[in-house]
């Protein structure tokens, strides 16, 4: 049956359609994706042993939830989601300001439709993605943005005096009734605001201007803030926690592979426009390894967080590097270089929120040391860990590749180099090769030269060969040859 053609109350009550509330229908709906194993949040990666277990716990017990974590950590799209586990349509009286269900009416003009029409009340339908609603919680919002005020216009209109409560403007929340409303960043919203939520939540009895009215409203609230709030920016008061029925911790990807699934999953338009750039596996790796090592430097504040977005949009800048330099060189297709990272940079700077001593490093210079941090813990992961200082019997693994610039002198790999260059030069250094065949044998052919590149960084920053930015590329040296021989 298409329950669109129904356009009375008389043919909704025929149909035998029954009417429930908001959280009893998230409750159903959810139980029903339980028991045919369905996916109930797609596209939420990391979270599956974590916090949509507590969610749907929360669901299932029909509480109004506060979802608290730092930022980037898909709070929002959570709770976006949830819209998914509502019915696909609900009937509404035709022109109700605030969606009223025409089996249990709450507004004045419903209840005085209804009665004076009855059966043939017209009714409409209203779909799923029309049932979300979302406030941003800044401190110039007012009662009157949220909840609703009097309107002097609408007195005028109806020539009703201020005393009938039909000259009330309905706020973000009454027109809400039977939605899901979200208010994000709950913190940042003024005490006595939050004051304001406390009946909603538990009796549904709103005050506007003096106006005692009882509205009981279906509302399904979903909050969200950040554990900095609560002692920076703002709090949550504690009479609202109390009302909140269940408070659920999100976090950050806890592995790289996590990390990396979100990322291709959010960049997945520009990987298909940029087609023609060719990324190594190893590069995908290191680009999420940065902030891992961000969430862990000294010199940026762990209580700020560091946003899922600093990998999408360095992902996004990365392939744009590698894009603008092929197209600089003549080429329709490229490789990525790790020298392309310096490009993300811009990236990294305007997601992270430095202490006092980031400040005084400069911000362009932290991001650079977490680009190096994370080629060196990559690096650790697939070579032995190079020693600062060995002994004269000890076997160094990376001899022969230091005295290979020992003898060159120095080395430089620029971004204008074609393909053909790039490779040629790289080729060059014999013991690369080497090292590649002895300790990552199975490495793909396209992805080699990348790893070549991974190592001459890694020397570099464990004090084994200099690094030097050209403006155009990067310039490797010996650490010590240039100062015995006087050059």
């Known amino acids: 049956m298409n329950i669109e053609k129904i356009k009375t109350f008389g043919e909704l009550k025929n149909s035998g359609y029954k009417s429930i509330a908001i959280k009893e229908e998230l409750r159903r709906n959810l139980l029903q994706k339980i028991m045919k194993k369905e996916t109930t949040f797609v596209g939420i990666h990391g979270y599956e042993l974590t916090v949509i277990p507590e969610l749907e716990r929360a669901i299932l017990s029909k509480h109004n939830i506060n979802l608290l974590g730092l930022r980037g950590q898909a709070k929002t799209r959570l709770a976006r989601q949830m819209v998914q586990l509502l019915d696909e349509y609900i009937p509404i009286v035709d022109g109700s300001e605030i969606n009223d269900d025409p089996f249990n009416p709450i507004s004045r003009y419903a209840k005085n439709l209804l009665e004076e029409k009855g059966d043939a009340t017209p009714i409409r339908w209203l779909h799923r993605n029309q049932r979300f609603s979302e406030k941003l919680a800044t401190p110039d919002v007012t009662v009157a ?10 007195a005028a209109n109806l020539k009703l005096t201020y005393a009938d409560d039909r000259v009330i403007h309905f706020g973000m929340i009454p027109r809400s009734n039977r939605c899901i409303f979200v208010i994000n960043e709950l913190p940042d919203l003024q005490a006595r605001i939050q004051v304001a939520l406390f009946n909603i939540l538990q009796e549904g009895d709103i005050q506007i201007r003096g106006f005692a009215v009882r509205l009981p409203l279906d509302i399904q609230f979903v909050f969200t803030a950040n554990p900095e709030d609560y002692t920076n920016r703002g709090s949550i008061v504690t009479p609202l926690k109390d009302r909140i029925g269940s408070q659920i911790l999100t976090h950050y990807p806890k592995d790289i592979e996590t990390a990396r699934i979100i990322t291709e999953q959010e960049t997945a338009e520009a990987i298909n426009a940029k087609s023609n750039i060719y990324v190594p596996e190893l590069a995908k790796d290191i680009l999420e390894q940065i902030s891992f090592e961000a969430r862990k430097n000294d010199f940026i504040d762990a209580k700020s967080g560091v946003s899922a977005r600093l990998s999408i949009t360095a992902f996004e800048n990365l392939l744009s ?14 490789s990525l270089r790790l020298g392309d990272f310096m490009g993300v940079i811009p990236s990294i700077t305007g997601k992270v ?3 006092y001593e980031g400040e005084q490093e400069g911000v362009s210079q932290v991001a650079q040391q977490l680009i190096v941090d994370a080629v060196n813990t990559i690096f650790l992961e697939k070579f032995p860990k190079i020693e600062k200082l060995t ?3 000890d076997i160094d693994p990376y001899a022969e590749l230091v005295a290979w610039f020992f003898e060159e002198n120095d080395f430089e790999l620029r971004d204008s ?3 053909v260059v790039y490779k040629s030069e790289l080729d060059r250094i014999i013991p690369l090769q080497q090292l590649i065949e002895k300790y990552q044998p199975k490495t793909s052919k396209k992805d080699i030269y990348f790893l070549k590149e991974v190592i001459l960084w890694a020397l570099a920053e464990n004090n084994k060969l200099s690094k030097f930015s050209l403006g155009n590329g990067l310039h490797f040296k010996d650490l010590y040859g240039s100062y015995i021989s006087g050059l």
């Open 321 to 334: 590097t590698a894009e603008r330099r092929a197209l600089h060189a003549g080429e329709e297709k490229t």
């Open 417 to 419: 180099f074609s393909e």
């Open 391 to 393: 002994k004269s019997d």
């Open 145 to 154: 943005d949220i909840i609703g005020d009097v309107d002097p216009i609408k």
């Open 353 to 355: 929120e430095l202490v």
